[in-house]
């Protein structure tokens, strides 16, 4: 059975960083692509950044480029992301997922949220930036 646990989440100032974790098993971690989606209050599940299986690419949202840093130890079969000058419209939760496939090759494919199957996400972890 896939599992997906996330955690690091927390209350932030603006401009402040987090790391968030998301610890996998029940299946090959370094066989599939990993990603990054998150849901703000109100609104519909956005996808943030993926990461191919070997770590050797990484994609991201424009709303996450030069901001957020995706990386997985395929050793640990965890996931991560780094949270950099958070802004108030970051908040959200944030959710791990795992992908079918080895690869997605450009962001316009990982973005695709019929890729994620509801079942191969984790629970989330709640990222509050506030003053």
């Known amino acids: 059975e896939v599992q997906l646990v996330e955690s690091g989440g927390g209350l932030v100032q603006p401009g402040g960083s987090l790391k968030l974790a998301c610890a996998a098993s029940?299946?090959?971690?370094?066989?599939?692509?990993m990603t990054w989606l998150r849901q703000a209050p109100g609104k519909g599940l956005e996808w943030v950044s993926s990461?191919?299986?070997?770590?050797?690419?990484?994609y991201y949202a424009d709303s996450a480029k030069g901001r957020f840093f995706i990386s997985r130890d395929n050793t640990k079969n965890t996931l991560y992301l780094q949270l950099n000058s958070l802004k108030m419209e970051d908040t959200a939760i944030y959710y791990c997922?795992?992908?079918?496939?080895?690869?997605?090759?450009?962001?316009?494919?990982?973005?695709?949220?019929?890729?994620?199957?509801?079942?191969?996400r984790g629970q989330g972890t709640q990222v509050t930036v506030s003053s």
């Open positions: 997922a795992k992908d079918e496939f080895d690869d997605c090759f450009s962001p316009s494919y990982c973005s695709r949220l019929e890729r994620y199957a509801t079942k191969y």
């Open positions: 029940g299946f090959t971690f370094s066989n599939y692509v």
């Open positions: 990461i191919k299986s070997d770590g050797g690419s990484e």
